[in-house]
């Protein structure tokens, strides 16, 4: 498999701007996951997509932030009107749902946003 | 709601030595536990997983982890620490709610001295 990709590496804005990434999973996996990764910080749940439904938010995912699936394959996570304290590494994983839980996440290389 | 604690920011140990990284993990149920490692700049690698088969987990590049419920512990260890290893661990639980969704510990840092 070619692995998780994502769309920018790495994004730079000014504070107020909208900003939109991209994932793409590995194909076969119907499960994505959006995690941010701040620095010093381990990665925090943002939402989870089963195929095109996104089935979970975390409270971090303000109304600010909007994430899509529209087919089911790649995934997009959208900020608007972006604040400083959005900068931080977003990642993405995949997985291959396998009943009950536990199967192993396949994380993308992430997209750092530094908002100015 | 569950919980990782992992014990120690940064960890140094000299080429060739002991790596024992700690992570104490919370769950209302049996969870399921994994180890990732992140390169500089790179995103997360799995390293090993535990989903309650053997307690001793063997990964990759010579770590493995001991699950222990009485302890509520799943410690990272590896017999002999080469310059390659130096990068940020991370503990994480999953429940076995449906949703598998990660919660990370903080990370520790390995520094591998010559």
């Known amino acids: 498999d070619t692995g998780v990709s994502q769309d920018p590496r790495h994004k730079i804005t000014k504070r107020g701007q909208n900003v939109t990434f991209r994932c793409d999973p590995i194909s076969e996996h119907n499960r994505l996951y959006w995690y941010r990764q701040t620095l010093g910080q381990g990665p925090e749940f943002l939402t989870y997509?089963?195929?095109?439904?996104?089935?979970?938010k975390s409270r971090l995912l303000s109304d600010r932030f909007s994430a899509e699936r529209p087919k089911g394959s790649f995934s997009t996570l959208e900020i608007q009107r972006t604040e400083q304290g959005d900068s931080a590494m977003y990642l993405c994983?995949?997985?291959?749902?396998?009943?009950?839980?536990?199967?192993?996440?396949?994380f993308g290389p992430g997209t750092r946003l530094l908002v100015l | 709601a569950q919980s990782v604690t992992q014990l120690g920011s940064h960890v140094s140990v000299s080429e060739g030595a002991l790596v024992l990284l700690r992570c104490n993990y919370s769950?209302?149920?049996?969870?399921?536990l994994f180890w990732y490692v992140q390169y500089p700049n790179q995103g997360l690698q799995l390293l090993l997983k535990y989903t309650s088969a053997a307690t001793l987990v063997k990964g990759i590049n010579g770590f493995e982890a001991e699950f222990k419920k009485s302890e509520t512990s799943f410690h990272l260890t590896k017999p002999s620490a080469h310059m390659s290893d130096a990068a940020e661990y991370f503990c994480a639980v999953s429940d076995n709610s449906g949703y598998s969704t990660l919660t990370f510990g903080k990370g520790t840092m390995l520094l591998v001295s010559p």
């Open positions: 994983a995949s997985s291959r749902e396998s009943g009950g839980g536990g199967e192993t996440q396949y």
């Open positions: 769950s209302s149920v049996p969870p399921y």
């Open positions: 997509f089963q195929n095109e439904a996104q089935l979970e």
